[in-house]
């Protein structure tokens, strides 16, 4: 194994801010259209003008059709409310409505 550092991988930590280009690249389920700059804007509480303590819960999974996914987005919503939650999947829009 080699002790050369890997490259190009970025790293977050705790109190780092988010990058925003992923986010404005989602695709709403319903609209099937990336959200945007504004959407991100409405969605990421720490692009508010207001300062906030707010925070969101993101949820992924990169396998299609994902059994485990589908349960969550079923269940967890009711478990947890009042917070807010976002689930990525890659799924077509299609898929995620059924």
Request: aromatic share 6%; charged share 35%; net charge positive.
């Amino acid at each position: 194994m080699s002790n050369n550092l890997v490259t190009g991988v970025d790293r977050l930590f705790e109190g780092d801010p988010a990058a925003i280009q992923p986010f404005e690249d989602l695709i709403h389920f319903k609209s099937e259209k990336a959200i945007g700059k504004v959407g991100t804007d409405r969605l990421l509480p720490w692009r508010k003008k207001i300062s906030s303590k707010d925070y969101i819960i993101c949820i992924c999974d990169p396998r299609e059709k994902s059994i485990d996914l589908r349960k969550a987005m079923r269940t967890l919503p009711g478990k947890m409310k009042g917070k807010k939650l976002i689930f990525v999947s890659p799924d077509s829009p299609a898929e995620n409505r059924r």
